[in-house]
């Protein structure tokens, strides 16, 4: 099953574009603007800037590489489960 994507709207250096993710994505993204207390926009400016960098070929899969890797290195090591709830 594909999970649909959301069309939003974020400003790169100052510009209107529009960007289509699933939601996990997206909150994602929001999740690290919070960590890293910068906006959305802050950071996807910066991710527009490493497009080349992170082997993306748009914005859109720039986040997503950058989210998985962000929350990955976040991640407990192989070997050492996470505490359960």
Known sequence: MQAARKPRNVFINGRRTSMRLEAAFWDGLVEIARREEVTVGTLCT???????????????????????????????????????R
């Open 46 to 84: 910066r991710l527009a800037g490493e497009l080349e960098t992170l082997s993306a070929g748009s914005l859109s899969s720039a986040v997503r590489v950058y989210v998985l890797s962000y929350f990955r290195t976040a991640a407990p090591p192989p070997g050492r489960r996470l505490a359960r």
